[in-house]
Each structure stands twice: as structure tokens, then as C-alpha cells.
T-cell receptor
Framework: AQRVTQPEKLLSVFKGAPVELKCNYS??????LFWYVQYSRQRLQLLLR??SRESIKGFTADLNKGETSFHLKKPFAQEEDSAMYYC??????????????FGQGTTLQVKP | GAVVSQHPSWVICKSGTSVKIECRSL??????MFWYRQFPKQSLMLMAT?????????EQGVEKDKFLINHASLTLSTLTVTSAHPEDSSFYIC????????????FGEGSRLTVL
């Protein structure tokens, strides 16, 4: 079964502290993982994807197939990082047509 | 970037009535669109995949007769909540993948449905 798990509903850190938002997945095929972000009163938007291996707004995420994880990290949190973060798995294959399966989401709160 | 627009952004209706929500891709063609439902402070639950010119593919547990999806053109998909009840009150979000099978979805602003 395809599943994405984000164990933390809320992560609260102080400005300048490191951040790690956890994401674990379950998928029998070759996974494509994404992180989406939703800032207050804005629509959901892509933050980064594992195949691009790039850093966006200081965030990085490494796909660990052995641990089936795709944790999102940032060394120094900023107040503007406060948002809802969703880990997502792209499921392909017969009948799947590239649909995204989302985790439960983690609210990141960066305090001044 | 690609733009996906939904209308209406919010709607209030009486129990037993039907409500239609439109999802448009403004600057690209989308053979496939996805409809999600989001409960307050919870994740997005995929309801169905809308396929242009053919029947939608519904996720397990989603009533296809309750949530009618029509994807009549390459830029428009509609979700009709039929005989709405208070438990159908939710935030409905559509999305599309302009590049096709890339996994990068662009989302609409969402439509909040309140059924009285």
C-alpha cells in the first residue's frame, strides 16, 4: 500500500535553530518524493522534489531508501518558514496516472 | 508558473441541494486533474483523478454518485456534490500537472463548502 507518514503534527523551534521535519513512506515501486508547503492564507505549492537534489529557501531533503525516509532539513530556521509542510509521494503505474499521496502534514512554528 | 483557478472560493448551501465547483487551468492544458478534500488542520485526501474525455477514477471509499466529476475540456474539470449534507462540508482543492506525469502539481486556491 502507498502511504506517507509525518509523525509530528506540530514542530515549534526558535529562530536560528535547526529544523528537521520527518517523513516516512511506504511504496512498492521506485518512489518520487516531494515536499509541499502551505503558507498562511496561500495555496499549496511545491517546495522541493528529491530528483532535483536542490536546496530551496535553505531547505534540503535526502531520499533514504533503506530507511524509507525523506526528511526535510534546514540548518537555521527563520520566522518566515512558519507554515504547514506536507510530504508527498508520487504513485505511478497501472491506473495511477501520477497521483500524489500526501502525509498528514506538519505545522512548523518558528518563534522569534 | 502554471495557474489553476477554482470557482467559487466559498459556497453555502442548504442540505439536500447540489453544488458545482469548477477547476480551470488558465495557461496550460490538463488532460488530468486531481480533486482533493481537506478537513481542518488535516491532510489532503485524494478523492478522484479527473480524466479529460473519459470517466473519473475514484479513490477507495469515495462515492462516485455523490461526487460527480466531469472533465469535458482540456482546461475545465467540475466537481458536483449531489444532495449535499452537513458532513460534506469541507475544503475542496483541485490540482493539475502541467508537465504531465512529473508529479509537480499546481493547486487551485480551494473551495470551501458549508452545508447547512
Amino acid at each position: 500500500a502507498q502511504r506517507v507518514t509525518q509523525p509530528e503534527k506540530l514542530l515549534s523551534v526558535f529562530k536560528g535553530a535547526p529544523v528537521e521535519l520527518k517523513c516516512n513512506y511506504s511504496y512498492s515501486g521506485s518512489p518520487e518524493l516531494f515536499w509541499y508547503v502551505q503558507y498562511s492564507r496561500q495555496r499549496l505549492q511545491l517546495l522541493l522534489r528529491h530528483i532535483s537534489r536542490e536546496s530551496i529557501k535553505g531547505f534540503t531533503a535526502d531520499l533514504n531508501k533503506g530507511e524509507t525516509s525523506f526528511h526535510l532539513k534546514k540548518p537555521f530556521a527563520q520566522e518566515e518558514d512558519s507554515a504547514m509542510y506536507y510530504c508527498a509521494l508520487s504513485a505511478y503505474g497501472s491506473g495511477n496516472t501520477g497521483k500524489l499521496i500526501f502525509g498528514q502534514g506538519t505545522t512548523l512554528q518558528v518563534k522569534p | 508558473g502554471a495557474v489553476v483557478s477554482q470557482h467559487p472560493s466559498w459556497v453555502i448551501c442548504k442540505s439536500g441541494t447540489s453544488v458545482k465547483i469548477e477547476c480551470r487551468s488558465l495557461d496550460f492544458q490538463a488532460t488530468t486533474m486531481f480533486w482533493y478534500r481537506q478537513f481542518p488542520k488535516q491532510s489532503l485526501m485524494l478523492m478522484a483523478t479527473s480524466n479529460e474525455g473519459s470517466k473519473a477514477t475514484y479513490e477507495q471509499g469515495v462515492e462516485k454518485d455523490k461526487f460527480l466529476i466531469n472533465h469535458a475540456s482540456l482546461t475545465l474539470s467540475t466537481l458536483t456534490v449531489t444532495s449535499a449534507h452537513p458532513e460534506d462540508s469541507s475544503f475542496y482543492i483541485c490540482s493539475a500537472d502541467p508537465m504531465g506525469r512529473s508529479g509537480e502539481l499546481f493547486f487551485g486556491e480551494g473551495s470551501r463548502l458549508t452545508v447547512l
